[in-house]
């Protein structure tokens, strides 16, 4: 059970949780259409897929598409149970604050 003291930090930064948020619902997603939907720069961006990487969190295929690199992120178990647990922990302090 998540405890409501506790949030994930790695997924509570802005920019991880638009990740997490978005591999969740599309079960995969290119670099560019991330890059896009949450308005930032590749650096920035490059930098956030690398924590949630290193944590196990999603995985990160690089392939070509007529000679053009194409980078594909898909959320892994791991990071799907932490993305719940971020979610049930959420879930208990809006009721604790009800």
């Not at 990740?19 to 490059?46: A, R």
């Not at 070509?64 to 898909?74: C, E, G, L």
Request: net charge positive.
């Amino acid at each position: 059970m998540s405890n409501p003291k506790h949030l994930n930090d790695l997924i509570h930064a802005k920019v991880r949780l638009g990740i997490m948020s978005l591999l969740m619902t599309y079960e995969e997603c290119d670099f560019t259409f991330l890059k896009k939907t949450l308005e930032i720069t590749d650096g920035n961006l490059g930098s956030h897929l690398l924590k949630l990487e290193e944590a196990n969190y999603i995985e990160i295929k690089k392939t070509f598409v007529r000679k053009r690199p194409r980078t594909i992120v898909t959320v892994t178990e791991i990071g799907m149970h932490a993305y719940r647990d971020y979610i049930k922990s959420l879930e208990s302090i809006l009721n604790i604050n009800k």
